[in-house]
């Protein structure tokens, strides 16, 4: 006998959260659209998926006209929306940490080739009754297949937090990925469903999940420019303070701007002003090391944050950088060229951040004159 008041109890919370959320959801906006479409789908799987469970549950045993249909149905799409929320969920952690979409759907082909599977047992699940039955008297029975479904959804939440631990082993930028905070609560729920019979904790379990993470979203796009989408000033502000207590693996930083970006706003207009800026975003981010973290730091001035002191590795990512403006001004064709002035910085645990991007910052204006005093002596 089932204890549908606690069922119900849940999953109303669920529904509740889940409002919350979806009400709150357009703040994330700001964000990758993948990575909103993909959280914005689960938000609404998780909540028809809450009402169909209780509503199963409810009319479990029931006898009214439609009543088994009806309980085929809720429960036929329960087995979809566990699978295909937790497949959007492997999605949405993937392209959070590659940021390439080709990427991340070549990498999940091999959760895609299961799910897909399980939605074809689901579909035929009539004829074969493998994952579940209803008997005559509309009640539910779990069938010799039902557990492959729980099995993969477990599978995909451990796809989701192996891709988090393998970008914490090479990467300092854990603040990126709030993902943890999702799925503890969730795989808890998923095992403890899947072990007891009766109980109903997966969507409960999902939608505190789903708060967490929106939270901690929340909280990600104070620390990233709205314009580039790299991390700003405030977030290394924070990662420094963060640091400090954890022992940071960054030894130095290359500040670095765009030289004559004037120019390009004079000539071109602001709007080309701020493409320019996206695009140094994106040249930053391809050629600097992917255990480094970049950060727009103020108008055309960016910084990179290295974990190594070796002047030879520096060297290779500062020629890097250059190489790579080269390269995409051939791939995107823009009309004006993107130069840099940089300086490089050591980091003192010792001495904080001020004097690290004090010294930076002295380096890069020094760079900065001699190309000047270049110029001036070749106009002479």
């Keep these: 006998m089932h204890n549908i008041i606690a069922i119900a109890t849940s999953n ?16 994330l906006k700001e964000k990758s659209m993948i990575e909103y479409r993909c959280y914005t789908a689960i938000l609404w799987i998780s909540l028809f998926a809450c009402f169909t469970e209780v509503t199963s549950f409810a009319i479990d045993g029931k006898h009214f006209y439609g009543a088994w249909i009806l309980n085929y149905i809720l429960n036929m799409y329960s087995y979809y929306a566990g699978v295909c929320a937790t497949l959007l969920w492997a999605i949405f952690v993937d392209y959070r940490i590659n940021r390439s979409w080709k990427d991340t759907l070549a990498r999940l082909r091999i959760l895609g080739a299961p799910t897909l ?14 994952a579940y039955t209803i008997s005559e008297d509309n009640v539910y029975h779990r069938g010799r297949l039902s557990q492959f479904f729980y099995l993969l959804m477990l599978l995909q939440i451990l796809y ?71 991390y700003n000033r405030q977030y290394l502000k924070h990662l420094f303070s963060r640091n400090k207590r954890m022992k940071s693996k960054f030894k130095t930083g290359i500040m670095l701007d765009i ?70 001004k051939k791939k995107k064709g823009f009309p004006y060229s993107l130069e840099f002035s940089m300086g490089v910085g050591r980091y003192n645990r010792k001495n904080g951040m001020d004097p690290f991007l004090k010294d930076m910052d002295n380096n ?16 002479e």
């Excluded at 890069?364 to 106009?379: F, N």
């Design 259 to 328: 030289d004559e970006f004037k120019i390009i706003n004079d000539t071109w207009g602001h709007s080309v002003g701020d493409e320019a800026l996206c695009n140094v975003a994106e040249i930053l981010l391809a050629a600097v090391p992917k255990s480094a973290v970049v950060v727009r730091y103020a108008g055309d001035e960016f910084v990179v944050l290295l974990c190594t002191d070796d002047k030879r590795l520096i060297q290779e990512t500062m020629n890097s950088i250059r190489r790579t403006a080269i390269e995409w």
């Design 117 to 130: 599977v399980a939605c074809l047992i689901n579909t035929t699940n009539m004829f074969h009754g493998l």
């Design 364 to 379: 890069m204006y020094h760079e900065k004159r001699r190309k000047k005093d270049q110029l001036l002596k070749i106009k």
């Design 160 to 230: 989701s937090i192996y891709r988090v631990y393998i970008e914490e082993a090479r990467s300092e930028r854990r603040e990126s990925i709030p993902i943890l905070l999702y799925l503890v609560p969730v795989f808890a729920g998923v095992v403890l469903q899947t072990l007891i019979y009766g109980i109903s904790t997966v969507w409960l379990s999902v939608s505190i999940g789903l708060v967490a993470l929106h939270t901690n979203m929340i909280n990600e796009i104070i620390y990233l420019d709205s314009l580039t989408y790299l």
């Design 12 to 27: 109303i919370i669920g529904i509740i959260l889940i409002i919350v959320l979806l009400n709150n959801r357009y703040t």
